[in-house]
């Protein structure tokens, strides 16, 4: 059974940045589209970025030019570099994993931006 496990998160000041990570602990598996996305209290779930194994990417527009999304094949490990974090980006950030007809989650990483 493959799982995804986040670390990363935390708090942080306006401006600052964090870095998150998200693994597939005792998985070969290749999952071809990995992402992030994130849920503040009282919104819905929204995708922030993703990336596929041949390095497409995409971005949510709120984070373009601040987020950078990158993965390592080999270690299925996607990675989110935030910088110039915002207020706004406070969230639940969840990891996702996509390939084939499965659809799979983190249980979600805290990040917590004060002004």
């Known amino acids: 059974q493959v799982q995804l496990v986040e670390s990363g998160g935390g708090s942080v000041q306006a401006g600052g940045s964090l870095r998150l990570s998200c693994a597939t602990p005792?998985?070969?598996?290749?999952?071809?589209?990995m992402g992030w996305y994130r849920q503040a209290p009282g919104n819905q779930r929204e995708l922030v970025a993703l990336?596929?194994?041949?390095?497409?990417?995409n971005y949510a527009d709120s984070v373009k030019g601040r987020f950078t999304i990158s993965r390592d094949n080999a270690k299925n490990t996607v990675y989110l570099q935030m910088n110039s974090l915002r207020p706004e980006d406070t969230a639940v950030y969840y990891c996702?994993?996509?390939?084939?007809?499965?659809?799979?989650w983190g249980h979600g990483t805290q990040v917590t931006v004060s002004s």
């Open positions: 996702n994993g996509r390939w084939g007809p499965f659809n799979i």
């Open positions: 005792g998985s070969t598996l290749s999952i071809n589209t």
């Open positions: 990336i596929t194994t041949g390095g497409i990417t």
